[in-house]
């Protein structure tokens, strides 16, 4: 189905906006153009524009029932950007529990370690820590022991709500946390916050800011990267070059352990529409280097970059959904969500034109999930 140009387009959006879907933003010119080389310092920038985070907030709190509208997620992005150490004192997991041949936990230790990341979930609004988790013991293939493995825990089940198997996450906080908590009152005469929010409920905006699109675009740029290098090492993996063996991981056996049952659940996608990038990446040498850099370059796209990036997304996703649905924030100029079907999925959106050549495209869905039955 062909889509007319939006008639409002001609009217006049946040500066910041028109500079990102113009191509005069420098951040959004590099994303856009292959050939400039994204690093961890380019990515950070981005990231860290409206980057979720207790520093300039003004919470309050509800002294009758003792919960701040400081939301978890921002709170937990400047204590996993400083890597505490925490604690969970009880944990259920929400999925099915896989069990690993060679490794095992201490039974009944509470679960503790370095705070290592902050998983979403891209299909439903799921939101995890990621702790090395110190009680888990591993068995390598020499038969050597080795204290602590990543896991991830669920703090935001999959249906969007708070997940009932944790009560608590306990860490020591910093001067400036301290400082914060006692300024605003947070902290209860034991020494804990409750939060009233995962999410705040103002930040449905954010998805009609340059932050969040540009974070948009530089998920679409290393989506279309890493397709690239996972090509370049099949092509080198062709003529014969091979990974070096300490590349390669003996993972273990697996198995799952417990019933699951299926659930359905509401969730968004959202997608951003854009004129496609230009340039080309660089062809790997013909070597086992190339093969290596290209193992190492989708390894880190795909695994460190992208899920940090998608953090942010989501979350502003998930507010959207649940505290702002079909509103469009003061600062775009008039426009409005316009149907929109693909034809050729049939899918149904809504479309937010944004220049002649970008758009946010967004549609509400339900999922199937499966979770433990226990």
Same mark, same amino acid.
């Given at each position: 189905m062909e889509v007319d140009v939006d008639a409002t387009l001609g009217r006049e959006i946040a500066e910041s906006i028109r500079g990102v879907v113009s191509g005069e933003d420098p951040i959004a010119a590099k994303i856009m153009d292959r050939a400039y080389p994204i690093d961890e310092e380019f990515v950070d920038k981005?990231?860290?524009?409206?980057?979720?985070? %207790?520093?300039?907030?003004? =919470?309050?709190?509800?002294?009758?029932?003792?919960?701040?509208?400081?939301?978890?997620?921002?709170?937990?992005?400047?204590?996993?950007?400083?890597?505490?150490?925490?604690?969970? =004192?009880?944990?259920t997991s929400r999925r099915q529990v896989i069990k690993k041949e060679g490794v095992r936990r201490i039974a009944g230790a509470p679960r503790f370690g370095k705070l290592t990341g902050l998983i979403s979930n891209k299909d439903v609004f799921s939101f995890s820590i990621q702790m090395f988790d110190n009680t888990i013991i591993t068995t390598d293939t020499a038969d050597q022991e080795h204290v602590g493995d990543h896991r991830r825990f669920m703090v935001v089940d999959v249906d969007g709500y708070w997940h009932e198997g944790w009560k608590a996450i306990q860490f020591k906080a910093n001067a400036e946390e301290n400082e914060f908590l006692r300024t605003w009152g947070l902290i209860d005469g034991e020494g804990k916050v409750v939060f009233k929010y995962w999410v705040h409920p103002n930040r449905w905006q954010s998805i009609f800011g340059a932050p969040h699109l540009l974070k948009k675009l530089l998920f679409t740029r290393l989506d279309d990267e890493a397709v690239f290098y996972r090509d370049e090492r099949k092509r080198l993996e062709a003529k014969g070059f091979r990974l070096p063996e300490t590349f390669l991981k003996d993972w273990g056996k697996t198995k799952s352990a417990g019933e699951t049952k299926p659930i359905q659940v509401q969730t968004i996608e959202s997608v951003l529409e854009h004129g496609g990038f230009s340039g080309n990446y660089t062809t790997l040498p013909d070597t086992q280097e190339g093969l290596v850099y290209a193992y190492e370059r989708n390894k880190l796209i795909t695994y460190? %970059?992208?899920?940090?990036?998608?953090?942010?997304?989501?979350?502003?996703?998930?507010?959207?959904? %649940?505290?702002?649905?079909?509103?469009?924030?003061?600062w775009m100029g008039g426009r409005q969500w316009q149907p929109y079907q693909?034809?050729?999925?049939?899918?149904? %959106?809504?479309?937010?034109g944004l220049s002649e050549h970008f758009a946010l495209l967004l549609r509400e869905k339900t999922v199937t999930e499966r979770v433990s039955a226990e």
């Open positions: 981005v990231v860290t524009k409206g980057v979720m985070s %207790w520093l300039d907030r003004k =919470p309050t709190k509800d002294e009758k029932y003792s919960v701040s509208d400081l939301d978890l997620l921002s709170f937990l992005v400047p204590v996993y950007q400083r890597g505490a150490v925490i604690e969970i =004192p009880e944990y460190t %970059w992208k899920p940090l990036i998608q953090f942010g997304i989501r979350a502003n996703e998930a507010a959207y959904l %649940w505290h702002g649905k079909g509103q469009v924030a003061p693909e034809s050729s999925r049939h899918a149904k %959106w809504q479309r937010l």
